[in-house]
């Protein structure tokens, strides 16, 4: 079946296992409350996964898991989450939970709902 690209949008994602490369005090602090740090990129959803990717100076300043898909058939719930100037989208799996920070997260939310149901 084609992957056709469905949304895509500037986001940041919550994840745990990143190499920060910049000394920077703060880091083990943030890593230790947020669960792991947030990583700028792009988050993608298709007719079969929700991708994230990190940009180009993400990926330089960070090493790790940076790169995460989620497909849709795994997804259990999409909730929208409090932010301070954006709001969080939270997909849960069995196996774990990605948190992207997006403009327009409700639609977003909604939409990756959508597109989870149409595969089921």
């Known amino acids: 079946m084609h992957e056709d690209v469905l949304v895509r949008k500037i986001a940041n994602a919550l994840v745990e296992d990143v190499t920060v490369h910049i000394t ?3 880091t083990p ?3 230790g409350a947020l669960g792991g740090l947030w990583v700028g ?3 993608t959803l298709t007719t079969k996964a929700v991708t994230f990717s990190p940009n180009g100076l993400n990926r330089f300043m960070q090493s790790g898991a940076l790169d995460v898909s989620v497909p849709l058939a795994q997804i259990t719930d999409v909730t929208v989450l409090w932010g301070l100037f954006t709001k969080i989208v ?3 799996t069995p ?3 990605l948190k992207v920070r997006c403009y327009g997260a409700a639609r977003f939310a909604e939409a990756i709902l959508a597109a989870r149901d149409r595969v089921a």
Do not use: K, N, Q
């Open 24 to 26: 920077m005090p703060s």
């Open 29 to 31: 602090i943030l890593r």
């Open 95 to 97: 196996e774990a939970m």
């Open 41 to 43: 990129g792009w988050v």
């Open 90 to 92: 939270a997909i849960t």
